[in-house]
């Protein structure tokens, strides 16, 4: 190793060596954990143990897919180092306006590859170059659709991270312009590549657990990264091309608590912990719930809760407790957000010896019960007790988790067929975690057309951030 490189590596400090650290781990051979800690969001997994050896092994220059990377922060690294772990893949750009996070993704591009990729500040200008094949789009939620549908314009096919969209309007445009565009397109929400999330929505699928008429779903905030405190506002860091940042959202004054990481809490930037951690319990109810991923959409929404453990002195704006009711024809999903102990979870089983988790989803039956989350599943008798699990399903491959998605997604691209996280699909999971908030923000039981996609008790509540945004000028959201 030459003495520049060591000196690169020494520029590594914080998210950016953190991202790096997690590829060495997969690489190592080590196994990062699969959890949610101190309110992370979803992500932070690398290759696990002994799945490298299922990559393939030698790849021509005229096999590899070419890669860009659009969004560097935490979850862009996370990503990155998954795609750049597999041999087939070739990343030849990066992007970000905090040219600090765009600079450690290419220093981690360069260590890890000997090729130093292009960095280009502006996802437009980095849409121009023909050679790219596939984008990762890991960039804040409100970008995410403009970005994707961009991405499609210009043929390229796309990894992009949950939630798919800001807002309703914005992921039925992204699936409209998918199609025109044929283009292959994997969500972020890897669960649906997790061995034990497939086995238990195979078993709830399966009828074995008889009627079914009430799921429940829930994710518990640590109290650490719950709080974002009261702030004022401040000059930009040199770094930040602010402006690029707030995009098509509204523009406010620059505070480090609503930027970066921080946005999920604030509905001008993202859908909060409904957003961020409900795509991926609330799917995998539907997934289950349903007999294809060609969901039943409700038919009614209500959602209470608000800032009760932040307060009023607190600048988020997403509500830190919430719970949803979900009425589907014939059953009923019940969604819950709090902040707190992160092991008293409501997914209690009488007389089963279950304690409450930091996540799950839970399906109650006539004749049983199933519970899964991301530490395994399980299946309980109507009494309680603990029932034998069945052989794992066949996926077809040795991988499992974020591994086995980035996977699928390639060979997708080059066999042009449809995703496990497909588009179309994910649209419909987003748009319920969308009507959580939508309810929540008119405070009103809303009732859901979804063939329309609209609200037909009260069209004003499609005024608001969880259904449409004003964009901001010099942004348009393009329509298919």
Same mark, same amino acid.
């Given at each position: ?49 002994? @799945? @490298? ?56 591009? @360069? ?38 549908? =961009? ?13 798919? =969209? ?128 060609? +969901? ?11 800032? +009760? ?18 009425? +589907? ?48 599943? =399980? ?45 179309? =699909? ?40 969880? !259904?449409?945004?004003? !964009? ?9």
């Amino acid at each position: 190793m030459d003495n520049e490189k060591i000196t690169r590596r020494g520029l590594l400090s914080g998210a950016g060596q953190a991202a790096l650290g997690l590829g060495m781990m997969g690489a190592a051979g080590l196994t990062p954990v699969y959890g949610a800690q101190n309110g992370r969001a979803a992500h932070d997994y690398g290759v696990n143990f002994g @799945e @490298e050896a299922f990559l393939p092994k030698r790849v021509s220059a005229q096999e590899k897919v070419n890669i860009a990377l659009i969004g560097c922060g935490g979850q862009g690294m996370s990503n990155l180092n998954t795609f750049i772990a597999r041999p087939d893949v070739n990343v030849v750009a990066v992007c970000d306006p905090d040219s600090k996070h765009m600079g450690k993704a290419a220093i981690t591009v @360069e260590d890890k590859t000997d090729k130093a990729p292009e960095q280009i500040k502006d996802f437009r200008k980095l849409l121009e170059r023909k050679d790219i094949d596939l984008v990762i789009n890991a960039t804040p939620d409100h970008w995410h659709a403009l970005i994707a549908i =961009s991405a499609f314009q210009a043929g390229k096919d796309i990894f992009t991270e949950k939630p798919i =969209s800001h807002d309703i309007l914005e992921g039925r445009q992204m699936v409209n312009h998918a199609t025109k565009f044929k283009r292959v397109v994997q969500v972020g929400t890897w669960q649906r590549s997790l061995q034990q999330f497939l086995d238990a929505t195979a078993y709830v699928r399966s009828g074995k657990l008889g009627k079914i008429n009430l799921c429940r779903a829930w994710k518990v905030q640590d109290p650490n990264a719950a709080v974002m405190g009261k702030q004022t506002t401040k000059p930009v860091p040199s770094e930040l091309d602010y402006d690029l940042w707030v995009g098509p959202a509204a523009m406010v004054p620059y505070q480090d608590n609503r930027c970066h990481y921080k946005f999920r809490w604030y509905f001008n930037f993202a859908g909060g912990m409904t957003g961020d951690w409900g795509v991926h319990m609330i799917d995998t109810v539907l997934q289950g719930m349903n007999a294809t991923d060609d +969901f039943v959409m409700p038919t009614k929404v209500m959602s209470l809760g608000g800032k +009760f453990f932040t307060g009023a002195d607190d600048d988020r704006t997403t509500p830190d407790t919430q719970i949803a009711l979900i009425e +589907f024809p014939g059953w009923m999903l019940q969604w819950e957000v709090h902040v707190g102990n992160t092991k008293t979870g409501p997914n209690g089983l009488a007389g089963s010896g279950v304690t409450g988790r930091d996540h799950g989803a839970l399906f109650i039956g006539s004749q049983g019960s199933v519970l899964v989350d991301r530490s395994g599943w =399980s299946i309980f008798d109507a009494a309680g007790n603990p029932v034998e699990k069945p052989a794992p399903i066949d996926m077809g491959q040795k991988m499992s988790g974020l591994p086995a998605h980035v996977a699928e997604l390639i060979a997708s691209h080059k066999s042009r067929g449809t995703t496990r996280a497909n588009i179309a =699909s994910m649209h419909k999971t987003t748009t319920v975690c969308h009507l959580a908030n939508l309810a929540y923000q008119a405070q009103n039981v809303l009732h859901w057309d979804a063939a329309k996609e609209i609200v037909t008790n009260d069209p004003k509540a499609m005024k608001n951030l969880s !259904y449409q945004r004003e !964009y901001r000028k010099g942004w348009t959201l393009p329509k298919a």
